[in-house]
C-alpha cells in the first residue's frame, strides 16, 4: 500500500477554522472528513437567564459581518413568544437593514473571496494592478452598504438602535434619500458584477441536491416567509425543529444538519434564487437571464453569480423602500407575557434559525439558534464526496485549490475569527 499525504497550511477567504483530511485507496473515497474544530461558544448556554432585552445585541455578536440578521432574526421570535406585531414601518426599516447588509456581505464575497479563485489571483489585492476599476468597484458598494447600515442602526458593525417592537431611534426621510444618488449609481455597479461573474468559466458540480429557502407570497423574502424546498418542503416557521435536525459527528465541532427521511440540504443564495426568481426585482431578473445561466440551478460553483444577482435586487428593493418610507418615531411600549417564539431570516449565507422561551419575568429559559453554515456543514461534504474524484488526479495545488473553491462557494463563516484550513489526503 502507498501512502501520499497532501497537506496545505492556509486557506484564505473563508471566516473561521477548518480541516479537511481526504484518505483514498484505489483511487476511491474511503474517508473525506470537514472537520470544524473551531470550539463551541455556548451562546445558547449563557443566554438563559437573561433578559430578553439583552439577547438581540448579544447574538449580533456571533458574527461580525451577520450582526444584523442575528439580531433581526432574535428581535422577530422575541416578538412572537411575547405576542408583538410589529408596524409596517419596522418592518420596512428592517427590510433595509437586511438589504444593506446584503449590499456589504456579497460584495466582499464576490469580488474579495470569489473572483481571485475563478481569475487566477492569489487574492482581491493582488488583482489591483490588473483589474484596478473592478476592485474599486466592489469597494464602493461595500461602501455604501456600511453606511446604509450606520445611517439606520447607529453603527456599521452591532447596530445599536434595533429593538423589540421598533427602534429607539430612527433614520430622517431626508438621511435615507441622501443615499438614493448613490443607490442609483450601485445599480450600475451591481449590473457588471452580474456581467463579470456571469462570463467566468466554471466547473460543473451539478448534483441532486435539494435547496431550502424562504419564501414570501409578495416579496423576495429576507426577513418573514414560509421555509420551503425545491423538493416540497413548505411550512410554517414554528414547524422547523419537525423537520430539521442535527446530529453529531465526531470530526466536528459543527452539528450536521438534515432534514427528515431526506438529508442534507443547501442554503444561501443559489438556493434563494433558484426558489424565488420570480420574486426578484425586474432588472435583477434581466441581468440573470443575460447571463446565459439557466436558474433553477444546482451547481454550486453559481452561488457567487446568485450572489451578484442579489446585488442587482437588494439595490433596486433599497430605492423602493427609501422612496416611500418617511420614517417616524413610534411608540414601542408592550406588555411583558410568557411564551415561545420562532424566527427565520435569510442571511447573507442562507437561512437563520432562532427560537426561544420567555417567562412571565421576561427572562430567557431556552434558547436555539441554528447558523447558515451550521446548516450548509452536512451539504458541503457531500459536494466534495462528489467532486473529489474528479480532480484527485490534477497536481496537487491545483486539486488543493479545486477543494477549497467548493467550500468557499458556501461563504462560510467557521466562526468569526482566524482563517485557516488544513488539508490532508492520503492515498493507501
Known sequence: MTLERIQVDYLARVEGEAALKITLSDGKIKDLMLNVFEPPRFFEGFLVGRRFEEVPELVSRICGICPVSHQITSLQAIEDALGIEVSQQTRDLRKLLALSQYIQSHSLHVYMLAAPDFLGYESALSMVEDYRPVVERALRMKRLGNDITAAIGGREVHPVTAAVNGFTKVPSRKVLRD??????????????????????????????????????????????????????????????????????????????????????????????????????????????????????????????????????????????????????????????????????????????????????????????????????????????????????????????????????????????????????????
Open 179 to 428: 443615499f438614493l444618488l448613490r443607490l442609483e449609481q450601485a445599480k450600475q455597479d451591481a449590473l457588471e458584477t452580474v456581467k463579470l461573474i456571469g462570463s467566468l468559466q466554471v466547473p460543473d458540480l451539478t448534483r441532486d441536491c435539494e435547496h431550502v429557502a424562504l419564501r414570501s407570497t409578495n416579496e423576495y423574502a429576507i426577513n418573514e416567509g414560509r421555509l420551503v424546498s425545491t423538493k416540497g418542503l413548505d411550512i410554517p416557521v414554528w414547524q422547523y425543529r419537525n423537520h430539521i435536525k442535527e446530529k453529531h459527528v465526531p470530526h466536528s465541532n459543527a452539528l450536521h444538519s438534515y432534514i427528515v427521511g431526506r438529508g442534507s440540504f443547501l442554503v444561501g443564495p443559489l438556493a434563494r434564487v433558484n426558489l424565488n426568481f420570480d420574486r426578484l426585482s425586474p432588472d435583477a431578473q434581466k441581468a440573470a437571464l443575460e447571463t446565459g445561466v439557466q436558474f433553477p440551478n444546482f451547481n454550486p460553483f453559481y452561488s457567487a453569480l446568485a450572489r451578484a444577482i442579489e446585488l442587482v435586487h437588494s439595490v433596486d428593493e433599497s430605492i423602493e423602500i427609501i422612496e416611500r418610507l418617511d420614517p417616524v418615531e413610534e411608540d414601542r411600549s408592550f406588555e411583558v407575557k410568557g411564551g415561545e417564539g420562532f424566527a427565520i431570516t435569510e442571511a447573507p449565507r442562507g437561512v437563520l434559525y432562532h427560537s426561544y422561551r420567555i417567562n412571565d419575568e421576561g427572562l430567557v429559559e431556552a434558547a436555539d439558534i441554528v447558523t447558515p453554515t451550521a446548516h450548509n456543514v452536512n451539504n458541503m461534504e457531500q459536494d466534495l464526496r462528489e467532486y473529489v474524484p474528479r480532480v484527485i488526479n490534477l497536481p496537487e495545488e491545483e486539486a488543493r485549490l479545486k477543494c477549497e473553491m467548493v467550500i468557499r462557494n458556501y461563504d462560510p463563516c467557521f466562526s468569526c475569527s482566524t482563517h485557516f484550513l488544513r488539508l490532508e489526503i492520503k492515498r493507501q
